[in-house]
């Protein structure tokens, strides 16, 4: 059976037995029981957790009725880390940090400068280090690639600097490696009693010795950041359109919703680097994995990314344009079948798998489940994705023609059971920042290089809230001849 009831121990034990693949492991719950399962917590552990993948569920509790649903208070507990920001509260104090997450987004115009990161990204670190590795024919994890890739983007984004972490001798670094840490352990928290977790805590042994290890890493570099860039500010000179100035600039001016001090810079743009590197990163490596494992549409993407190539080369005196050629975000955006490929890997594949909520008053979902106060509901993406109920008999199969409609349009309609980014009004902020950094990595890497998967290396999901590759994705670079 998928799940076995133990006297005492209810569901648990096979909760903690199934840890290491949780998201496939929650596929076949749905496939065994239907779309919505109650799973029973041991007899000390204070909640029952309800199992869903209904997409009309889904709907209900973040679009509908989004009131009766927060994230709650155990999952602040959870994700303390974060502390007060806009991933991690509820109520007023959520729809302040949002309305100042939006504004800062917005009067930077976040959007372009990330594109134009993009690019920049592209030709000065991605090319030239795989330029190297072409050279060299040494095989290299595409995934630690795609996170330092989204990593430099993100950090140039909130904080005006880039570390760099693709320059040739890959250097690693301990903000990233401690949010690899946290995050972790986090998920750890989700499969353990939370009486357990919390006395470890206290002791500050096993998992949470590391994750407190990892959180003395962060506020200290999170501290040194905060400083420097007001320097910066102090000195004057060159504009800052950094998302961190714009929360400092939001202090000064004492914009409502913010506070003073350092710990409300922190918490405000902490869980932007975390979803700006691991959930992009996450979603790019999966994206890029079933493309190598698709060569027909590897070809069409290929085929309408030359479509571009060669507007630009009948400008420049009917000379073929130069390569490596990099596109621009606005060549990116009309791409149809880009897009398609793109919305279904995140089906399949989506870069948060899980999305947790916390039932405040009692209230019936759309499939008729009654709820209770204090229910933790669990929303795997993931399986409604993979559930043939949802998506049809092909469900498995990887097929960018499904959101193509007759008429070579975007089928718009498929978005009513897509939910990789959320839905309603905690709908992920940075979307299309995401979006951005995925499609261009893919169009300039395919367009530039000949990307091959090491034979014999298995591509694989880590148990993490985000969708992680276990062991990496090992690929060989080689040119690709035009
Ligand atoms: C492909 C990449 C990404 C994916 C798959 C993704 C997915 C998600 C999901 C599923 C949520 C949760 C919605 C909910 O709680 O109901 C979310 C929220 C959020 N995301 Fe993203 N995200 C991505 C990229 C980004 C980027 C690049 C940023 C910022 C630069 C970002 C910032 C946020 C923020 C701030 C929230 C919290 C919104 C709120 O609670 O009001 N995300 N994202």
């Not at 990593?151 to 690899?180: Q, W, Y």
């Not at 102090?234 to 001090?261: A, C, P, R, T, V």
Request: contains cysteine.
């Amino acid at each position: 059976d998928v799940i076995t009831y133990w006297p005492i121990l209810a569901d648990l034990p096979s909760l903690i037995c199934n840890a290491h693949r949780i998201n496939d492991w929650l596929v076949e719950v749905a496939n065994m029981y239907g779309l919505t399962k109650l799973l029973r917590g041991a007899f000390f552990a204070r909640v029952d957790y309800l199992l869903t993948c209904d997409p009309r569920n889904f709907e209900y509790i973040t679009k509908t009725n989004v009131s009766n649903y927060p994230k709650g208070q155990e999952y602040n507990k959870v994700f303390d880390i974060l502390g007060t920001g806009v991933f991690n509260s509820d109520f007023d104090l959520w729809h302040g940090q949002r309305t100042l997450a939006r504004s800062a987004f917005t009067s930077n115009n976040l959007l372009s400068l990330v594109a134009s990161l993009c690019e920049k990204v592209a030709k000065d670190d991605l090319f030239p280090l795989l330029s190297g590795l072409v050279k060299t024919s040494s095989p290299v994890d595409l995934e630690d690639i795609f996170l330092r890739y989204t990593f430099d983007i993100i950090c140039v984004t909130i904080f005006g600097r880039n570390p760099k972490c693709l320059s040739k001798d890959l250097p690693n670094h301990e903000l990233a490696k401690a949010m690899d840490d946290a995050l972790q352990v986090i998920f750890f928290r989700h499969v353990t009693p939370s009486f357990w977790w919390k006395l470890c805590r206290w002791l500050r042994i096993g998992n949470e010795k590391k994750l407190h290890n990892a959180w003395e890493t962060v506020d200290r570099l999170m501290t040194q950041y905060i400083s420097l860039k007001k320097e910066d500010l102090l000195q004057g000179g060159q504009e800052q359109n950094d998302l961190l100035s714009s929360y400092i600039y939001f202090q000064k001016e004492k914009k409502k919703y913010s506070y003073e001090g350092d710990k409300f810079l922190r918490d405000s743009v902490l869980g932007q680097l975390s979803a700006g590197r691991d959930a992009t990163g996450a979603a790019l490596s999966w994206f890029f994995y079933m493309i190598l494992k698709n060569p027909v549409v590897e070809a069409k993407i290929i085929e309408e990314l030359n479509g571009i190539y060669m507007q630009h080369s009948s400008f420049a005196n009917e000379q073929k344009a130069k390569r490596p050629w990099v596109f621009n975000s606005g060549d990116l955006k009309g791409l149809v079948y880009l897009h398609a490929a793109m919305c279904e890997s995140l089906r399949l594949n989506p870069g948060v798998p899980i999305n947790r909520k916390e039932v405040l008053r009692e209230d019936i979902l759309p499939d008729g489940t009654v709820v209770k106060p204090g229910m933790t509901i669990i929303m795997s993406l993931y399986a409604m994705g993979r559930m043939e109920s949802v998506w049809g008999k092909d469900c498995m199969e990887y097929k960018p023609e499904r959101w193509i409609n007759e008429n070579g349009k975007f089928r718009q309609e498929h978005m009513d059971k897509f939910f990789a980014f959320g839905s309603g009004p905690r709908l992920c902020i940075g979307k299309d920042i995401g979006v951005t950094m995925i499609k261009s990595a893919v169009a300039n890497i395919l367009f530039n290089f000949h990307v091959e998967l090491v034979k014999g290396h298995h591509v694989y999901p880590k148990s993490s809230l985000v969708l992680n590759m276990k062991n990496g994705m090992m690929v060989e670079v080689k040119p690709r001849v035009a």
